[in-house]
């Protein structure tokens, strides 16, 4: 009877692990494709109406600019795990 009970717990709680796995993988894949979309809606529209330098320029702004904000958040991650 102890090894039937064992083997019902063990079997529960493999099947408990796999689902919190697949949970917290779907919770990241949905984190990931949030992130991307917000980056997305950063980079202007290519199909803008008007002169080719003025969206060759708007776009060089637009990079420049995500570049930047990019590099500041990667200098302030560095700076704090070098400090700890």
Do not use: W
């Amino acid at each position: 009877m102890e090894l039937q009970l064992l083997l019902v717990v063990s079997q529960t709680l493999q099947i408990g692990t796999i689902a919190a796995i697949i949970f917290t993988a779907c919770f990241f894949v949905s984190q990931v494709n949030y992130r991307a979309q917000l980056a997305m809606a950063k980079l202007p529209a290519i199909a803008q109406p008007g002169n080719t330098e003025k969206k060759r320029l708007s776009y060089l702004h637009a990079a420049k600019d995500l570049y930047a904000q990019g590099y500041k958040q990667v200098s302030v991650l560095e700076t704090s795990l070098a400090v700890v």
